[in-house]
């Protein structure tokens, strides 16, 4: 079956109205990178115990994950820009499919190294899926509503996120005493050992679920037909190739600013997210991980949540004014979680997934939108996908500052700080007009 595109694409690359079937379909790929990062909050916690982990140590699960989107993301790129974003899309979806079968031995092997390659390995296609969905999505449809498309899309991640963390806590954790106590209460070393590795077993439990939904989702798509979305070629006018890119990026402040605050924005949203349940088992000893996963339930329903919202105030406001004020409110809920007494700590932590929503899409539209010569989208899209690194350091920094300091809840400064640099970022973007321009170069256009 075949789908037809009703659209017409104009020479910039945008369309002149949104194909909604395509659309839909397209944004379903956001959740299965939400449901992996999900899953990875899960497997921290399990890797803690399992393997006697530091805090800093059990981090390199995000570090093994966001640095296999920043090694990739380049090459993703130039792959996308020579062929299209729907090739992109079926490679992504290809080789996650195998990340996931990896785990089955992974279980089997069970060392800490093996399954931070796995995580790595579906990495590597999520980096293929993001970078060609977070612009395909901005593509789709008009320019003036590009960065509104882009949040709509991003709108289905968190139920990904939700989803991973559900199968974690009923596939992965079990009832009765926490794997620490359980692993305490072992008594040889031996009988010690043959509970953790029975524990891992449960891990490859939720990927079987996935990749169900994978093999789906790559069959809809090889027979789903896509505009390109691609700007008409000058023929006088030769391909940009990757060393000018990078001199004519490099020249964009806007640009460069952007991406540090996507570093900025992804590490801090992944280094909540790490410490959730760490941070409920810290300030409850008697609870277990299916209990405390409970609270990262209810973190990614507010995520959600506050997507929604979000989008409703950027339809009607100035995305850099709501930005600003769900950055500000964020960076002082988690400042008092940090310095707080510990009884309201966790809650402040989740209720911080409230601002959290709207940062990823408004950033990468905002700053993909600087970019004038749209020969040089795809790789400043694949760059600003290379910012997510920001999820492999900063929960690192984190979880080093909780060793140092013995203290995980006063570690969370550490995400505050990212939302005051986020909050500069959107503040610069007020000032320079960014989105004015673009609207202004849109009525033009149109």
Partial sequence: MLIRNPARQLDSGYLDRIPYFQFVLLSLLFPMWGAAAGLNDILITQFKHVFTLSDAATAFVQSAFYGGYFLIAIPASRIIRRTSYKVGVLIGLSVYIVGCGLFFPASTLATYGMFLFCIFAIAIGLSFLETSANTYSSMLGPRSSATLRLNISQTFTPIGNLAGVVLGKYLIFGTGDSIQAQMDAAPTPEA????????????????????????????????????????????????????????????????????????????????????????????????????????????????????????????????????????????????????????????????SNLLMGPGWPTIFGQT???????????????????????????????????????????????????????????????????????????????
Wanted: proline residues 3%; charged residues 15%; positive net charge.
């Fill in 192 to 351: 010690k050992l043959a509970l953790g590795q029975d524990l891992l077993q449960n891990t490859l439990l939720p990927y079987k679920y996935i990749l169900v939904v994978l093999v789906c989702l790559l069959v809809l798509f090889l027979v789903t037909r896509y505009p390109s979305a691609k700007p008409a070629e000058d023929g006088a006018t030769p391909q940009a190739g990757l060393a000018e890119t990078l001199r004519h990026l490099g020249r964009n402040r806007q640009y460069r600013k952007g991406i540090v605050a996507q570093f900025l924005y992804v590490g801090m949203q992944t280094a909540v997210w790490s410490f959730t349940i760490r941070l409920a088992l810290d300030l409850y000893p008697g609870m277990n991980e299916r209990e405390a996963t409970n609270y990262m339930i209810v973190g990614f329903c507010c995520f959600l949540g506050g997507k929604f919202v979000a989008n409703v105030l950027i339809a009607r406001f100035s995305a850099a004014r709501v930005l600003i004020a769900y950055c500000g409110i964020g960076a002082v809920l988690l400042l008092v979680a940090a310095f707080g007494p510990s009884g309201p700590a966790i809650w402040l932590v989740v209720a």
């Fill in 368 to 446: 993909l939108d600087t970019i004038d010569d749209k020969r040089y989208q795809e790789t400043g899209g694949a760059i600003l996908v290379m910012a997510i690194v920001g999820g492999a350091v900063v929960p690192v920094i984190q979880g080093g500052v909780s060793d140092l300091l013995g203290s995980l809840q006063m570690s969370f400064v550490v995400s505050a700080a990212c939302f005051l640099g986020i909050l500069l970022y959107f503040r610069s973007n007020l000032r320079q007009g960014v989105e004015d321009a673009r609207t202004t170069e849109s009525a033009s256009q149109s």
